[in-house]
Nanobody
């Protein structure tokens, strides 16, 4: 019954910004970890950023200094602020949430960055 719904993707020009949102529903238990993954055509899915319940974060090297992950625990929502976007950021971005015994994925939202 748990669902994750992403929003905020779109087509932008290089250097512009987007903010992705992902709202989890269907569970009243605490989400320990929330993160964003992405997958470009012909490439493996990779972790972009993760935020833990205590607020600590990790980012993949290519987005450090440009992307910021945050969460609103009251709303069970995770955000990804993406600044200084590059064409190589083009991918389908997937939201992920991890409870103590459950992992859920969103359907994905397309981010396209034109040069």
């Amino acid at each position: 019954q748990v669902q994750l719904v992403e929003s905020g993707g779109g087509l932008v020009q290089a250097g512009e910004s987007l903010r992705l949102s992902c709202a989890a529903s269907g569970s009243r238990f605490i989400i320990y970890n929330m993160g964003w993954y992405r997958q470009a055509p012909g490439k493996q899915r990779e972790l972009v950023a993760v935020i833990r319940i205590g607020g600590s974060t990790d980012y993949t090297e290519s987005v450090k200094g440009r992307f910021t992950i945050s969460r609103d625990n009251a709303k069970n929502t995770v955000y990804l602020q993406m600044n200084s976007l590059r064409p190589e950021d083009t991918a389908v971005y997937y939201c992920n949430a991890q409870w103590s015994t459950l992992v859920a994925w969103g359907q994905g939202t397309q981010v396209t960055v034109s040069s």
